[in-house]
Structure formats: structure tokens, C-alpha cells
């Protein structure tokens, strides 16, 4: 039940999902050691773990570039649409009534929800750690073997999860902006269609 909670309060405000992905870059930053998870990895070769890095690098920049380009672009084109739709509003009622103040702050909302998403997606170009290429890491392998590798593995494959949630947070902002959108044009829709018929 209490996993249930935290879902909903994570899917209705995805800035937590944002928060608790900082608290994980806190602890990798401040953890320099071996990972105790390693022992795992270490069951592999040194051209496999290699290989399993080269993999991971890949995967950050295909994350990065579906992050930066996608996820932008709609959710800035979203937020182009919210802001229509509260002008198109106001173009319709003279007088601010309940139902225009009602409507213009479910538009203010998905706005945010939008532009939240535009953050997190231009933070995508804000350049995370990267383990495993460079002289420190070339000098970490001739003191430790493959445990350099593994080592620089499991931080790479962090900073991944970090690059996904980052995602997962962007595409919540897009839905919940875009799920009040369309309640505010079917609600708008409705009042017009009543309107009609009464008058």
C-alpha cells in the first residue's frame, strides 16, 4: 500500500522522481570505493566487462540524444498548444466567470507540466560523469585489473538509471500536461454544447 502511495505522488508530481535521482548522484559522487556488488561482475572477463562498458557509453548517448530532441520538441509544441488554448478561452467569455477562471488554471497547470518537461529535457545537455575512458582510467586498470573495469562499470550503469529517470520524469510532465489539456477542451466542449442547446 505504501509503494502504492508513493507511486501515485510520484506520477502526479514527476519533480520527486527528479529529486531522488540528485539523492543517487550524492551517493555515487561521495562513494569512491569498490561497490560491494561487484563480485557479480567480476565473474566475467576483462574484454567482456570491456565490451559491457562500450555498451553502457552507447546507451548514454542514445538516452541523451531521445531526451534532448524528442522529448524538447514535444513538450514545447505542448506548451505553444496550452497557451492557445487559454487565449481561445478568453477570446470566447468577456466576463471572467467561475468556469474561465476554472478552465485557465487547468491550462496554467499542463503548462507547467510542459514547460517541467522542457527543463528536465535541457538538462539532458548538461554533461554527466562518464567511467571508463580517459589516463585515470587507464592508470586504475594497471594498479587493479579488472576490478577497474567492473568498478567503472557499475558507476556507468548508475549514471544510465539516472539518464532514464530523467526520461521517465519527462515523459510523466508530457502525460500529465497533455491529460489536462484535453480534460479542459472536452470540459470547454461540453459547456459550448449545452450552451447551444439551452440558448
Do not use: W
Amino acid at each position: 500500500m505504501k509503494n502504492f502511495f508513493f507511486q501515485i505522488i510520484e506520477e502526479i508530481f514527476p519533480i520527486v522522481y527528479i529529486l531522488y535521482k540528485n539523492k543517487i548522484l550524492k551517493n555515487l559522487k561521495k562513494d569512491q570505493e569498490i561497490p560491494e556488488n561487484i563480485n557479480s561482475y567480476l565473474e566475467l572477463n576483462e574484454k567482456q566487462l570491456t565490451n559491457r562498458l562500450l555498451e553502457e557509453h552507447d546507451r548514454a548517448s542514445k538516452i541523451d540524444d531521445k531526451t534532448s530532441k524528442f522529448t524538447l520538441a514535444l513538450s514545447l509544441s505542448l506548451t505553444i498548444l496550452s497557451a492557445i488554448n487559454t487565449i481561445f478561452i478568453k477570446l470566447f467569455y468577456i466576463k471572467i466567470s467561475l468556469f474561465t477562471k476554472f478552465i485557465s488554471i487547468l491550462c496554467l497547470l499542463s503548462s507547467i507540466y510542459m514547460l517541467l518537461a522542457s527543463i528536465i529535457a535541457v538538462s539532458a545537455y548538461k554533461t554527466l560523469p562518464k567511467y571508463g575512458y580517459g589516463t585515470d582510467y587507464l592508470l586504475e586498470i594497471r594498479k587493479m585489473g579488472k576490478k577497474a573495469i567492473a568498478k567503472n562499470l557499475v558507476s556507468q550503469e548508475k549514471m544510465n538509471i539516472i539518464r532514464h529517470m530523467k526520461n521517465e520524469a519527462s515523459y510523466q510532465c508530457i502525460r500529465n500536461g497533455l491529460l489536462l489539456l484535453l480534460i479542459t477542451f472536452f470540459i470547454t466542449l461540453i459547456y459550448f454544447i449545452i450552451n447551444l442547446i439551452l440558448n
